[in-house]
């Protein structure tokens, strides 16, 4: 009767065995989604995040800068367009700039697409939209 229970027993656990590599896999393609989710996200939010302190910055910078033959508005676009190349905002940017009297206002707009699932299967579309104003 033992011998009978013993290989009952190694039967159902061989069943279980599988089950649990079947979970062990599922568990590590969920992992590996989500470590290139945030491979992918993480560094493109730093870099709009950083844009945007840049932009504040700029903005002020600006405004402190002697005036000379070019607007002040342009200054700024050229400003926001070279902090734009190193912190990977695209090239279709919207970027709105208007001064008045002492004051610039500098609005920028743009759609970045960002990779979360593996393989281009599911694109993040991050809309940025931020206004600076000194």
Same mark, same amino acid.
């Given at each position: 009767?033992? &011998?009978? *229970?013993?290989?009952?027993? !190694?039967?159902?656990? +061989?069943?279980?065995?599988? $089950?649990?590599?079947?979970? @062990?896999?599922?568990?590590?393609?969920?992992?590996?989604?989500?470590?290139?989710?945030?491979?992918?996200?993480?560094?493109?939010?730093?870099?709009?995040?950083?844009? &945007?302190? *840049?932009?504040?910055?700029? !903005?002020?910078?600006? +405004?402190?800068?002697?005036? $000379?033959?070019?607007?002040? @508005?342009?200054?700024?676009?050229?400003?926001?367009?070279?902090?734009?190349?190193?912190?990977?905002?695209?090239?279709?940017?919207?970027?709105?700039?208007?001064?008045?009297?002492?004051?610039?206002?500098?609005?920028?707009?743009?759609?970045?697409?960002?990779?979360?699932?593996?393989?281009?299967?599911?694109?993040?579309?991050?809309?940025?939209?931020?206004?600076?104003?000194?």
């Amino acid at each position: 009767m033992k &011998k009978q *229970e013993k290989r009952m027993r !190694t039967i159902s656990d +061989l069943n279980q065995l599988g $089950g649990t590599k079947m979970y @062990a896999i599922v568990a590590l393609v969920v992992l590996f989604v989500m470590v290139h989710a945030g491979y992918n996200y993480l560094p493109a939010i730093y870099q709009c995040e950083n844009f &945007k302190s *840049e932009l504040k910055s700029a !903005t002020m910078r600006v +405004l402190a800068m002697p005036h $000379g033959q070019e607007s002040l @508005a342009d200054k700024l676009k050229k400003q926001i367009r070279t902090a734009g190349n190193e912190n990977g905002v695209t090239a279709n940017a919207v970027i709105e700039v208007t001064e008045t009297n002492n004051s610039l206002k500098a609005h920028v707009r743009f759609i970045r697409e960002i990779d979360i699932l593996p393989f281009g299967l599911y694109r993040y579309h991050y809309q940025f939209d931020d206004t600076a104003t000194a």
